[in-house]
């Protein structure tokens, strides 16, 4: 009996250590550090270099426009070109003062564009809210029909819209630049989905409150999609403010002239060899529009990222 014991035992201390040595071995193996593969160095210069060849492509246009408008005629066509002009000189942004009534044509600028970029801040988030949050018949057949739209091209349009505005006294006026553009298909999507990505708590429980949809939209989503509204004002006005095909077919007198359709009287320097003239005024309209971009820069980035989140 004592050497079954004693058997019984020496079994169970071999199968003990059997199962220690094992436990032991897998231990050791998730102990084990993986081998951790050494990041190659210049990845991040290469990242750096190709940015800084989207940049160059990108600004260099603008830095040659620029450097060309502060040379004299004679140092505009020299070749190889200098990006440093040997004599700057201010003569070109005279000579655009000269020829053109740039405070008249800048000033009718300012006022379509803004108009135009409130007009479809108030038209995008009236559409976009009704679009995401009211149930109404045919809902998603006309949402589909206001996408359609951004597929047809504006030359296809203008013949019909101009038709539409003579027969209502408004051609060669700048309420006939404006009214027309108050419709946007893409700041309608935009502020849809912007209002998709919205909870509808906030709208239900204005409601138990009584609020109607008007007011919940306006004292509720609307301030929540301010940074929505600042995209599609940005846009709009940076588009606008340098749209030259509708005010060349519907304005006329050079009273209601817009920017670009001003800087196009600038084209006859380009046969007496002031190409500097020309682009002295092209740097006098980016300004405007660079200075809205920088000015609304946050907000649009804001409201990019809490779309972005809200999903």
Not at 8 to 22: C, F, G, I, K, L
Request: glycine share 8%; hydrophobic share 50%.
């Amino acid at each position: 009996m004592s050497q079954a014991t004693t058997s019984r035992a020496t079994s169970r201390a071999a199968t003990s250590r059997t199962t220690d040595r094992a436990t032991t071995g897998r231990a050791g193996n998730r102990a084990a550090p993986k081998p951790i593969r050494a990041r190659h160095s210049l990845a991040p210069w290469a990242r750096i270099a190709g940015l800084a060849v989207c940049a160059l492509l990108t600004l260099g246009p603008v830095i040659w426009t620029v450097s060309t408008s502060l040379r004299t005629p004679a140092e505009s066509f020299d070749l190889p070109p200098k990006i440093i002009p040997t004599h700057p000189t201010t003569e070109s942004y005279r000579g655009v003062f000269d020829q053109i009534d740039v405070w008249l044509v800048a000033l009718n600028s300012t006022l379509v564009t803004a108009l135009i970029a409130v007009g479809q801040m108030i038209t995008a988030g009236l559409a976009g809210y009704a679009f995401a949050r009211l149930e109404f018949r045919f809902k998603k057949p006309l949402f589909g029909l206001v996408l359609a739209t951004m597929m047809v091209p504006l030359q296809v349009t203008i013949v019909p819209v101009f038709l539409v505005l003579k027969s209502m006294g408004l051609t060669d006026t700048l309420l006939g630049l404006i009214i027309p553009a108050f419709p946007t298909a893409f700041g309608t999507f935009l502020m849809r989905q912007y209002f998709l990505g919205m909870p509808k708590d906030l709208g239900e429980a204005a409601m138990l409150d009584g609020c109607g949809p008007w007011r919940i939209f306006r004292s509720v989503y609307a301030p929540l999609a301010a940074p929505g509204l600042a995209i599609v004002g940005v846009l709009a006005f940076n588009y606008h403010w340098n749209e030259f095909f509708r005010p060349l077919i519907l304005e006329t007198s050079g009273q209601n002239y817009t920017l670009p359709l001003g800087l196009v009287s600038l084209q006859g320097n380009l046969g007496t060899g002031s190409i500097s003239v020309v682009l002295a005024g092209v740097v006098l309209s980016m300004i405007p529009a660079v200075a809205v971009f920088v000015v609304g820069q946050r907000p649009l980035r804001e409201g990019i990222t809490s779309a972005g989140v809200n999903r």
